[in-house]
């Protein structure tokens, strides 16, 4: 590869275990997992310093940082924008990528079945959900009704959630392994620098996770308000 | 003279602040959330960390600007990384890290009740009127001081050694004082934040109008302890309850009263928090005397120190007792990240840093650190 070439990370603190990796134009090069610990989240930039001297590189070497966007762990989105945030302060001339966690987790199962679902933040009958075939998207993504999907997502389908949807068993439905919802640094970091590449650029600003929905204490007091 | 970037984010301000030699404030931003919990009538944590990251970048950026500083200028980087809520404060130690790893300068982290303490050494933002360099530069602080914290998750007494060393002499039981006052102004109907509205209604009312509680836990106690007092005042302004519990009904509730009878109620509700914490400061100043160890000054810093009958009176007992009474201005009351950044330079002059594994911590006893 070129001695010039941009040096690019991805964040992906989006499931239970986050990770960091490291590129180097358009090369894939290694990931790391931030230790699993109480307060794991907080070893997210030792974890990314430790990659990075591991490979001769530095925070000044960063040109692009491509961070997943979730849903998924709060804390953890928080905490890897943050950091993304604040490294394109110091580096006005960073690149930052956005990267939604359902595109990541549908490009790792391209070979699952004709077409994918993922489904996140599944709560009271509904998730965040798209649907693929061959990692393009058909439906979604959105809010929605785990019965309407059903109906109107294409056979056969395999279906990336973390707890079960309750889909399996329907005519031409799998519901794949819970840790298939683990999602895949190396594919984080290959979406997003096929974004970067596609010009997609977010301002720090403007870099902020994929909530879906109000929190937990707003819906409780909002019930509570109309009982 | 090094300048450091403080952040603070421990609760429902957002905060970034530029400090020159520990004391020249060159900017404090503060974004507020309560705007944003009113409605709730507290802090809702999820609400606060998604207000955090929403606000960091402008916020830092506006301290940098405020200041006139580039982060190239910057000497060291640090943060309120205890006590406070975990999900409020890992946005802030987050932002901190990065910062610090970027521009290769030390981590700080500092301890937020502290740092309260410190507020009082800090000269103020400079505004059109003052001179830039100068403000209104508070008196030295003479070491060993009493400090008192007051605000609405801590009410604390303090053997001050110096900013860097504290040994923890008393402290609330149960309620804070800032918490208190916000539900005496739940109570009252005062709104939110309950402080700054009660002290206002406060001062429009007759604070002998009714006997409150001075609870003292005893003599010789240095711990607070406001859930009776605030109970207290739940009957007086609702009447006796029938029933206990959630089944508990009352005669009237605040807005069955008149705005004179509220504004007298929290007169005196406030009179009667104020004369027992004037009574901790005096018992405190006699445990210290009486261990040889005489406090030279008291230090006063919290958000609860911007009410305006506790600067009184404060400032009366110093009087009284001869000793300077150091509370920071109203603007660096509030959580703010000035005096994190000005705490950190003590701590840089001591040496004292912090690696990139700094942990952010939900509750601490300030005093535990090592000596000066």
């Given at each position: 590869m070129?001695?010039?070439?941009?040096?690019?990370?991805?964040l992906?603190?989006?499931?239970r275990?986050?990770?960091?990796?490291?590129?180097?134009?358009e090369?894939?090069?290694?990931?790391?997992?931030?230790?699993?610990?109480?307060?794991?989240n907080?070893e997210?930039?030792?974890?990314?310093?430790?990659?990075?001297?591991?490979?001769?590189y530095?925070?000044?070497?960063?040109?692009?940082?491509?961070?997943?966007?979730?849903?998924?762990?709060?804390?953890?989105l928080?905490?890897?924008i943050?950091?993304?945030?604040m490294?394109?302060?110091?580096?006005p001339e960073?690149?930052?990528?956005?990267?939604?966690?359902?595109?990541v987790?549908?490009?790792?199962?391209?070979?699952?079945?004709?077409?994918?679902?993922?489904?996140l933040?599944?709560k009271?009958?509904?998730?965040?959900?798209?649907?693929?075939?061959?990692?393009?998207?058909?439906?979604g993504?959105?809010?929605?009704?785990?019965?309407?999907?059903?109906?109107?997502?294409p056979r056969?389908?395999?279906?990336?959630?973390?707890v079960?949807?309750g889909?399996?068993?329907?005519?031409g439905?799998?519901?794949?392994?819970?840790?298939?919802?683990?999602?895949?640094?190396?594919?984080?970091?290959?979406l997003?620098?096929?974004?970067?590449?596609?010009?997609g650029?977010v301002?720090?600003?403007?870099?902020?996770p994929?909530?879906?929905?109000?929190?937990?204490?707003?819906t409780?007091?909002?019930?509570?308000?109309?009982? | 003279?090094?300048?450091?970037?403080?952040l603070?984010?421990s609760?429902?301000?957002?905060?970034a602040?530029?400090?020159?030699?520990?004391m020249?404030v060159?900017?404090s931003?503060?974004?507020?959330q309560?705007?944003?919990?009113?409605?709730?009538g507290?802090?809702v944590?999820?609400i606060?960390?998604r207000?955090?990251?929403?606000?960091?970048?402008?916020?830092?950026?506006?301290?940098?600007?405020?200041?006139?500083?580039?982060?190239?200028?910057?000497d060291?980087?640090?943060?309120?990384?205890?006590?406070?809520?975990?999900?409020?404060?890992?946005?802030?130690a987050?932002?901190?890290?990065?910062l610090?790893?970027?521009?290769?300068?030390?981590?700080?982290?500092?301890?937020?009740?502290?740092?309260?303490l410190?507020?009082?050494t800090l000269?103020?933002?400079?505004?059109a009127?003052s001179?830039?360099?100068?403000?209104?530069p508070p008196?030295?602080?003479?070491?060993?001081?009493?400090?008192?914290?007051v605000?609405g998750g801590?009410?604390?007494?303090?053997?001050?050694?110096s900013?860097?060393?504290m040994?923890?002499?008393?402290?609330?039981?149960?309620d804070?004082?800032?918490?208190?006052?916000?539900?005496?102004?739940?109570?009252?109907?005062?709104?939110?934040?309950?402080?700054?509205?009660?002290?206002?209604?406060?001062?429009?009312?007759?604070?002998?109008?009714?006997?409150?509680?001075r609870?003292?836990?005893?003599?010789?106690s240095?711990?607070?302890?406001?859930?009776g007092?605030?109970?207290a005042?739940?009957?007086a302004?609702?009447?006796?309850?029938?029933?206990?519990?959630?089944?508990?009904r009352?005669?009237?509730s605040?807005?069955?009263?008149?705005?004179?009878?509220?504004?007298d109620l929290?007169?005196?509700?406030?009179?009667?928090v104020?004369?027992?914490v004037?009574?901790?400061?005096?018992?405190?100043?006699?445990?210290?005397?009486?261990?040889?160890?005489?406090?030279?000054?008291l230090?006063?810093?919290g958000?609860v120190?911007?009410?305006?009958l506790?600067?009184?009176?404060?400032?009366?007992?110093?009087?009284?007792?001869?000793l300077?009474?150091?509370?920071?201005?109203?603007?660096l009351?509030?959580?703010n990240?000035?005096?994190?950044?000005?705490?950190?330079?003590?701590?840089?002059?001591?040496?004292?840093?912090?690696?990139l594994?700094?942990?952010?911590?939900?509750?601490?006893?300030a005093?535990?650190?090592?000596?000066?």
């Amino acid at each position: 590869m070129p001695a010039d070439a941009p040096i690019s990370i991805a964040l992906e603190t989006a499931g239970r275990v986050g990770h960091v990796a490291v590129g180097v134009g358009e090369t894939f090069i290694a990931s790391r997992p931030i230790p699993r610990s109480r307060r794991r989240n907080l070893e997210l930039v030792p974890t990314l310093d430790a990659l990075l001297r591991d490979h001769g590189y530095g925070p000044g070497d960063i040109a692009e940082a491509y961070v997943s966007l979730g849903p998924g762990s709060f804390t953890g989105l928080r905490m890897a924008i943050a950091t993304a945030q604040m490294l394109a302060l110091a580096r006005p001339e960073l690149k930052l990528v956005g990267v939604p966690t359902l595109d990541v987790l549908a490009h790792q199962h391209l070979d699952a079945a004709e077409h994918v679902a993922v489904l996140l933040n599944i709560k009271r009958g509904t998730s965040y959900c798209a649907c693929y075939r061959h990692g393009e998207p058909l439906l979604g993504p959105e809010l929605r009704a785990l019965d309407d999907l059903l109906a109107k997502a294409p056979r056969p389908l395999a279906v990336v959630a973390e707890v079960d949807p309750g889909l399996d068993g329907a005519d031409g439905v799998t519901w794949l392994d819970p840790d298939a919802t683990a999602p895949d640094p190396a594919v984080t970091w290959r979406l997003g620098f096929d974004l970067a590449q596609a010009g997609g650029r977010v301002e720090a600003d403007k870099l902020l996770p994929l909530y879906i929905r109000e929190p937990e204490a707003v819906t409780l007091w909002e019930q509570q308000g109309k009982a | 003279m090094p300048v450091i970037l403080g952040l603070e984010t421990s609760c429902d301000e957002t905060a970034a602040s530029v400090v020159a030699d520990g004391m020249e404030v060159r900017s404090s931003v503060v974004s507020t959330q309560h705007d944003l919990h009113e409605r709730y009538g507290g802090v809702v944590p999820e609400i606060a960390s998604r207000a955090h990251l929403e606000r960091l970048w402008p916020v830092v950026r506006a301290a940098l600007d405020g200041a006139g500083v580039t982060l190239r200028e910057i000497d060291a980087v640090a943060v309120g990384n205890r006590p406070g809520l975990v999900g409020s404060l890992i946005v802030g130690a987050s932002a901190a890290k990065t910062l610090a790893w970027s521009l290769g300068v030390p981590l700080i982290g500092i301890d937020h009740v502290e740092a309260h303490l410190y507020a009082a050494t800090l000269h103020p933002p400079h505004t059109a009127a003052s001179t830039p360099s100068l403000g209104n530069p508070p008196p030295d602080i003479t070491y060993p001081a009493l400090g008192l914290v007051v605000s609405g998750g801590h009410t604390s007494l303090y053997d001050v050694a110096s900013p860097l060393s504290m040994t923890l002499l008393g402290k609330t039981i149960d309620d804070a004082v800032g918490e208190a006052y916000d539900k005496a102004a739940v109570i009252l109907d005062a709104g939110y934040p309950g402080g700054p509205n009660l002290d206002k209604l406060a001062q429009q009312g007759n604070p002998a109008a009714h006997k409150l509680p001075r609870p003292l836990l005893g003599p010789g106690s240095l711990d607070f302890s406001f859930s009776g007092l605030k109970t207290a005042l739940l009957y007086a302004t609702r009447g006796t309850p029938v029933g206990r519990g959630r089944q508990a009904r009352f005669e009237r509730s605040a807005a069955d009263l008149t705005d004179a009878e509220r504004a007298d109620l929290a007169a005196s509700f406030q009179q009667a928090v104020v004369d027992t914490v004037m009574t901790k400061l005096k018992r405190a100043v006699r445990h210290l005397s009486d261990a040889g160890r005489p406090p030279r000054g008291l230090i006063i810093g919290g958000g609860v120190s911007a009410n305006s009958l506790l600067r009184q009176r404060a400032a009366a007992l110093g009087d009284k007792l001869s000793l300077p009474v150091h509370i920071p201005p109203l603007a660096l009351c509030v959580d703010n990240a000035a005096m994190i950044a000005g705490l950190a330079h003590a701590k840089l002059q001591a040496g004292r840093v912090d690696d990139l594994t700094l942990p952010v911590i939900a509750t601490t006893a300030a005093g535990l650190g090592p000596p000066a």
